[in-house]
C-alpha cells in the first residue's frame, strides 16, 4: 500500500496561484516508474482527474485547466507537484494525488487526506 500526503492548498484571489505536493512512500514502492496524478473534488460535485504525469514525465491535462496549471515529479524526493496559476473560482476543490492506471487513469491507492483550494474574492 502506498501513503499520500497532499499540501499547498490555500485560499487565494482569482487570478492567484498555487503549488500542491504530494509525498508518496510505500514499503513496496518504486515512485520513479509510476503514472501519477491530481485529481480533484468540487464542493457537491464528483471527483474528476486534473493531471496526469507518465514515468516519462509525458502529461495530460483536464480541458479547463490546460495552460495554466502543470504537474512535476521529483522522483528522488517521491514528490509530485501541481502549479496552478491564473486560479478561477471554478477551480476551488480539494485536490488529491493517487497513483494511476490503465487509459482512463484509474486511481490506483486509498485516498489521502486532500487539500483544500478555495479560489474566492
Known amino acids: 500500500q502506498v501513503q499520500l500526503v497532499e499540501s499547498g492548498g490555500g485560499l487565494v484571489q482569482p487570478g492567484g496561484s498555487l503549488r500542491l505536493s504530494c509525498a508518496a512512500s510505500?514499503?513496496?514502492?518504486?515512485?520513479?516508474?509510476?503514472?501519477m496524478a491530481w485529481y480533484r473534488q468540487p464542493p457537491g460535485k464528483q471527483r474528476e482527474l486534473v493531471a496526469v504525469?507518465?514515468?516519462?514525465?509525458?502529461?495530460n491535462y483536464l480541458d479547463s485547466v490546460k495552460g495554466r496549471f502543470t504537474i512535476s515529479r521529483d522522483n528522488a524526493k517521491n514528490t509530485l507537484y501541481l502549479q496552478m496559476n491564473s486560479l478561477k473560482p471554478e477551480d476551488t476543490a480539494v485536490y488529491y494525488c493517487?497513483?494511476?492506471?490503465?487509459?482512463?487513469?484509474?486511481?490506483?491507492?486509498?485516498w489521502g487526506q486532500g487539500t483544500q483550494v478555495t479560489i474566492s474574492s
Open positions: 510505500g514499503s513496496i514502492f518504486s515512485f520513479s516508474i509510476e503514472t
Open positions: 504525469i507518465t514515468s516519462g514525465s509525458r502529461t
Open positions: 493517487n497513483r494511476a492506471l490503465g487509459s482512463d487513469y484509474r486511481p490506483i491507492d486509498s
